[in-house]
Structure formats: structure tokens, C-alpha cells
């Protein structure tokens, strides 16, 4: 079970849902300790005053930044004065249209969960009302003594808490565009074959098929290592396309695409193969195929293989 991390209630109007605040992703970096090289010594940091080179206790350093030539100093408690509160709620002050907030905005996420169980009339009244609307509610909130610029809108299931740059975090990728960019224009023909290359790739998006596989190669890398084998170096990365080659490069992945379709096809149907008629018939039920039930297997199948071709392409 996930651990709360904060405890409060999400207000709007004049309705008020206590709620629980969750972490909603994980790391899985693997974690590494230092060693000193061909020992199997740890390496460990110390505080230390630059000009004494003694160690000082945590609790004896303060923050502070050098202005004007002087040293200023603050205390926790000093800037636990001027902090905006312990928030104990998140106030929506307005709710806007979730397409409108440009994913560079969205910095973390969190999922809001009721506090008892006579709280979820309440969070599903919010969280299905913001779903039929497509709405987001923006508020500021408080965790941990700093505050952060907030939306709240509806996942399929709960409520999610994603926090926000504010507006003057954003960079404008004006400053590290080059002014000869926006002159580098495309060819028409260019533009076409790299339209098609795109089409023809496109599909659904299943996070499920993705998997961090560096991670996945470095506990190989350590567990050959532990055996006593020597690893294989991975292949490099392959160069940049030429501008001079830009044309050819995108004739051959056009036909390579195109290609590919027909394989695409065969995996499909190799894949619906393995299907039981029963659930062929429920995919084919999930795709509004008409006549199914009169269907024969080798039918069915063929007939889920094409709709599921032509949802792909819709999708594109």
C-alpha cells in the first residue's frame, strides 16, 4: 500500500472532500553507492567549514546568500515565518479546459484518494463532473514549506494532483533556437514522405509495451560482472542524417513503411491465432462487429484482423 504523504481536503464552492495525497509514479533507477577505484572502500561526503576544514553538525548550518559583498544569514524558523502556511486544503479558485494547459506546465503527479469511505460520493460528484466537462481545476497548495502552482482533474478512476511551473519558470525555446531555424522550410516533397512515414507508424498509445531497458541492461551489467564475465559493449548510436542524404533517407523509410504494412498485417493475425472463439468473439464485440454470432471462427478471426487494421489507421 502506498504511503500518504499529506492529509487535507480539496475545496470548491462551498464543498469541502478530506482527501489523502499519494505519490503516483516510482523510481526504479537502480541506486549506486561510491567505491575509491580497485578497492572496495566507501566514499562518503562530510560538511565541512571551507576555512577550517572542521566538520559541522547539521544542525549548526544555516542557509544564506552573499549580497552586496556581506554574507546574509536567515534561520529556519525565520523563513518558517514567512512561509505560506502548513496548507491543510487546496482551494480551486478556477477551472479551466485541460487542453489548454501546455504539457510543458505539468511538472509531477499525485493521486487524491478519500479519507473514509463516506467521503466518495462527494469525490465522484467532482471527479465525473470535471471528466464530462474536460475541466481542470487550478489552486495553489503547500507541501512540505513550499507552495506549488496545482491542477486537479479527473483520471478514469480518481482524482489526480498534478503540480505546475509557474509562468516565469518557463524558458521560451525562442532563446535557444537559432533565427535561421524558422528559414530552414521544408521541401514540399520532403514534407509528404515524412507525413507518410508518420502515418504509417502510427498507432495507439500503450505505455504497457515500454520498458526501461537501461535499467534492464545495467543489472546485466552486474550480474555478469559478479559471475566474472566481461560485458559486451552496446552498438553506437547511429549517426545523424546528412542534410545532402535528407532526401533519400526519407524515400527509403517510405518504402521500408510501407513494407512493413504487410507484416504488420501477418503479426496481427498470427497474434489473433492463439485466441480462443470466445475471445475473438468478445474482441470482436469491443469493435461493434455486426453478424459475429453467425460467424465461423476463420471468419471471425479475419474480420477482427481487418477492423483492428482500420481503428489503427482511424487513429492515425
Do not use: C
Not at 472532500?17 to 566514499?43: C, K, N
Amino acid at each position: 500500500m502506498p504511503r500518504k504523504i499529506w492529509t487535507g481536503s480539496i475545496n470548491f464552492g462551498l464543498v469541502t472532500i478530506p482527501v489523502g495525497l499519494y505519490a503516483a509514479t516510482e523510481d526504479h533507477t537502480i541506486a549506486f553507492h561510491q567505491y575509491q577505484r580497485g578497492t572496495a572502500d566507501r566514499v562518503r561526503y562530510r560538511r565541512v567549514n571551507e576555512r577550517t576544514g572542521d566538520e559541522v553538525d547539521y544542525n549548526d548550518i544555516v542557509k544564506g546568500r552573499e549580497i552586496g559583498g556581506a554574507v546574509i544569514t536567515v534561520e529556519p524558523s525565520e523563513l518558517e515565518e514567512i512561509a505560506p502556511g502548513r496548507s491543510r486544503t487546496i482551494d480551486i479558485t478556477t477551472f479551466v479546459d485541460l487542453d489548454e494547459i501546455d504539457p510543458v506546465f505539468f511538472q509531477k503527479t499525485y493521486w487524491l484518494a478519500p479519507n473514509k469511505k463516506d467521503n466518495f460520493r462527494p469525490y465522484n460528484l467532482l471527479r465525473q463532473a470535471m471528466q464530462e466537462t474536460n475541466q481542470a481545476g487550478i489552486a495553489r497548495f503547500v507541501l512540505r514549506g513550499k507552495q506549488y502552482l496545482t491542477a486537479v482533474r479527473a483520471d478514469d478512476t480518481a482524482l489526480a494532483l498534478n503540480t505546475l511551473f509557474f509562468a516565469d519558470e518557463i524558458r521560451d525555446p525562442a532563446d535557444i533556437l537559432d533565427t535561421d531555424a524558422a528559414q530552414a522550410e521544408p521541401a514540399g516533397k520532403e514534407l509528404q514522405m515524412a507525413t507518410t512515414i508518420i502515418e504509417s507508424m502510427s498507432g495507439s498509445w500503450e505505455p504497457e509495451e515500454y520498458a526501461d531497458t537501461y535499467t534492464a541492461e545495467v543489472e546485466r551489467l552486474l550480474a555478469e560482472k559478479a559471475e566474472g564475465a566481461v560485458p559486451e559493449a552496446a552498438e553506437p548510436p547511429p549517426e545523424a542524417t546528412d542534410v545532402i542524404d535528407l532526401t533519400e533517407a526519407l524515400r527509403r523509410s517510405v518504402d521500408q513503411a510501407r513494407s512493413s504494412r504487410g507484416g504488420s498485417r501477418s503479426s496481427r493475425r498470427s497474434e489473433l491465432a492463439e485466441l480462443t472463439k470466445g475471445e475473438l468473439d468478445d474482441r470482436a464485440r469491443e469493435l461493434g462487429i455486426r453478424g459475429r454470432s453467425k460467424m465461423k471462427r476463420d471468419e471471425l478471426e479475419a474480420a477482427v484482423a481487418e477492423a483492428s487494421g482500420g481503428r489503427a489507421r482511424r487513429a492515425s
